[in-house]
């Protein structure tokens, strides 16, 4: 056989990873350009300066992070766990998008994408994998997936200041 002629297989959960940073970078473009942008957002509703840069800076990260994380989980051959963290992750923030909308009564910067993709991304990721690993591999993942949302918002909140 010559592998100059082989194809070599790629696993659907590889294919399905690349479903988040392709979405994340939707979902950044939104919050920079939807309605005021997700700076002048977050100043008006909670008081907090948030520069471009900054706002840049760890969007950039979030995707380099989430690209390392599929090749390092693809290496390790635990590619549902890294699904289940980032299914837990965007369905985590597109809720908390929606819920901030409703409670502010109005459109916030990455609501659209949160309704159209990013919840409906999460729950089918989640409720795929409930029926292909075990439930306390999943809950241990989800939670990661909430913690890492927690962290950001956290981040956020402290208009991109980590100390």
Partial sequence: MDPAN????????????WSFPITYLIHIAEEYWGGEGYMAYLYRIRGVHLSTARFFLFQGLGVVLIVIGIFVSLHLRWPRFFLSIMGALVLSNGITHTVTAIRHRGYGPGLVCSILLWIPLGIATLTLLAIEIPTLRLIVAGSIGLAINGVVALIAIRGGRIK
């Fill in 6 to 17: 082989t194809v070599q297989y790629i696993p659907p959960s590889a294919i399905w990873m």
